[in-house]
């Protein structure tokens, strides 16, 4: 940056001595007032060095503050450090889009379920003051939910096979359920939905629900710092296709005005439609794509759930755990994740072995068991261009 140029030295002054008086009476000059003026400028001695400057302190780096344990932001509202993670299941087929109140998670979760997906929406930094459509639990759900401490989960229902499990993973500590059934108040129908696609409920009033004994989340990644640099073996990518078995095709594109990742789900844009807390839709607000900061991609292997005899069930906690890409900043980094024990989240490291660090902001983890795609960057363009 360029700096201004120093002050003027001796000779500077704008203001001269002004004549002598006129009127003063003249006197006999004296030899001594007849010396000239001292000049600081021309004390120097020959052959001496001025003395060098004082020294400016180096200006220190603000040390980070508290920052939100699932977006890495920083901590605006420290009250929410006395609140557990809260997760709701939300449906993603076309009939129970656009969906409302995702764009407020802190993490967006997709999962096999039979031949579709769903989204597990987890909240710690903000609220939804209307969440939906809430759908139903699946074998997948205890260790997934495990990564977040003991949050609070909300879903509409399962079979008996899965209930059970999902009762053993609340006895487990890997989360704490609050369906709907058990709170008849806090989730309702709305109106120009058909069921089952037309539950909805609101984050505070589950969060108000929750005991007072469980904690926050911890940390599931790590962030970088305001002008960190990514690692030397991150690629710039355009976007990325994941096309998961049953069926689903997801796009993720790159949307450097926006700085996060533009979302299509079947080949339309992915929006989050407002609405009023009771349900009703609010058409003063305009539809927003699902943009998130990082999509963290954990090729995962799904089995047959011992609950549902039709319904995958994804393995999440896994030693050895698989490829992982993860998709932050305009740029992919490749990696492997890893989780030894349900007790523990999953780590992702790069090809290094170091650990991944993100961009603070929202993330979408994708479990797709299919294959992922880079795309080119004329489709991605185009995308953008035609949303």
């Known amino acids: 940056m360029p700096t201004a140029a120093p002050d003027g ?17 003249e006197e006999s000059p004296d030899p001594a007032s007849q010396a000239p003026e001292s000049d600081a400028s021309a004390t120097a001695v020959p052959g001496e060095e001025e003395p060098d400057p004082e020294p400016v302190p180096p ?7 508290p920052t939100e344990p699932l977006t890495g932001e920083p901590l605006t509202d420290p009250s929410i450090m006395n609140r557990p993670a809260l997760a709701v ?32 929406a987890v909240f710690h930094s903000q609220d939804a003051v209307s969440l939906g459509p809430v759908r139903s639990a699946r074998s997948s759900d205890a ?32 989360l704490y359920e609050l369906r709907w059934d058990g709170l008849p108040n806090d989730y309702w129908r709305i109106a120009d939905r058909v069921p089952p696609w037309n539950l909805y409920t609101t984050t505070s009033n589950i969060w108000d ?5 469980l904690n926050a ?18 690629e710039p990518v355009p976007g990325v296709e994941i ?7 997801a796009y993720f594109v790159w949307d450097a005005e926006a700085g996060g990742w533009a979302r299509w789900q079947d080949g339309t844009p992915h929006v989050d439609m407002a609405r009023h807390p009771n349900g009703t839709p609010n058409p003063d607000v305009a539809p927003v794509q699902v943009t998130s900061a990082n999509v963290v991609v954990l090729q995962t292997r799904y089995t047959g759930s011992a609950a549902c ?56 983890i994708v479990l797709p068991g299919g294959d992922v795609l880079v795309m080119v960057r004329d489709f991605a363009e185009h995308l953008l261009k035609n949303r």
């Open 9 to 25: 030295g001796a000779g500077d002054d704008p203001t001269p001595d002004g004549p002598s008086d006129p009127d003063s009476p």
């Open 59 to 65: 200006t220190p780096t603000p040390t980070p503050g």
């Open 89 to 120: 299941k939300i449906g993603t087929s076309s009939v129970g889009r656009p969906q409302t109140g995702i764009n407020q998670a802190d993490v967006l979760i997709e999962v096999r379920v039979e031949t579709i997906t769903r989204l597990m």
């Open 143 to 174: 260790d997934i939910l495990a990564n977040f401490g003991q949050p609070v989960y909300g879903h509409s229902g399962a079979n008996p096979g899965v209930l059970r499990e999902i009762s053993q993973g609340q006895s487990a500590g890997k």
């Open 209 to 213: 629900s929750a005991p007072s004994n």
């Open 217 to 234: 989340p911890e940390p599931l990644f790590e962030y970088r710092r305001e002008g960190e640099a990514l690692p030397s073996g991150a």
């Open 243 to 249: 096309r998961y078995l049953g069926g689903t095709v």
């Open 309 to 364: 005899s039709y319904c995958p069930e994804a393995i999440t906690v896994d030693p050895d755990g698989g490829v992982a890409l993860v998709f932050t900043d305009g740029h992919m980094i490749r990696g492997r994740w890893s989780r030894p024990s349900a007790n523990q989240p999953w780590q992702v490291t790069d090809n290094d072995g170091n650990p991944v660090r993100l961009t603070p902001g929202q993330t979408f």
